[in-house]
């Protein structure tokens, strides 16, 4: 597993529309070689130690299908919670694991009582690979709270352009190997299903733990 301070990115604007904010997107399979920065960001004396989004953006209102083939309403699930919405898959080498392992360790900081009113949701980039007990099986290596979903490749596309989340449809290369390109944040929206700060690379699960705790 990689450290999350070798994450390397390039910069894709995304949500333009709603004010041409920039996030990060990498490629689990072939990083691009090009170092990116975000934009849109608040002032630097920002209360989080993530990075807060000076264009906050509300939770996808999009119906996806759970680890158990069920309808999974998103937006209606983070209802008055903290929802953690990561966009990747499993068969990332890296950057997706990592991600998961920094947000397993953050909840396990995280005081119970805080800790019962957060959920993480790992949507897959890579539907045709990550069916249902393939992602439930990778997800519980790391909590088997955490929630999983799946959809077409154009409802995953949909659900993370609106969360201003770049991918792009799994590529298949000469070899046989799959190529997915996808944004590596992961994005935290709070209970009033805002995201208001999003994680990148070189938080550690200690930050996240204490947005947590600021945002609950």
Request: aromatic letters at 6%.
């Amino acid at each position: 597993m990689m450290l999350r301070s070798l994450r390397i990115a390039r910069l894709v604007p995304a949500a333009a529309a709603a004010g041409a904010l920039a996030v990060l997107t990498a490629s689990c399979a072939s990083p691009s070689q090009e170092a990116a920065s975000v934009s849109g960001i608040s002032q630097p004396q920002s209360k989080y130690k993530g990075t807060e989004l000076g264009i906050p953006t509300p939770i996808p209102p999009v119906t996806l299908t759970d680890t158990d083939g069920k309808a999974y309403d998103l937006k209606a699930h983070a209802a008055g919670k903290v929802t953690l919405v990561y966009f990747g898959y499993t068969h990332c080498p890296d950057e997706c694991p990592t991600a998961m392992a920094d947000v397993a360790a953050a909840l396990r900081l995280t005081p119970a009582d805080k800790r019962a009113k957060v959920q993480v949701v790992f949507v897959t980039t890579d539907p045709e690979r990550d069916t249902g007990p393939v992602i439930k099986d990778w997800l519980g290596k790391f909590d088997p709270s955490f929630v999983g979903l799946t959809g077409t490749v154009d409802q995953v596309d949909n659900a993370a352009k609106l969360a201003a989340t770049p991918v792009e449809p799994p590529k298949k290369k000469a070899d046989g190997s799959v190529e997915v390109d996808h944004g590596t944040q992961i994005n935290a929206f709070g209970p009033d299903g805002v995201a208001h700060v999003v994680w990148l690379a070189g938080v550690t699960p200690k930050d996240i733990a204490h947005d947590i705790a600021l945002l609950t």
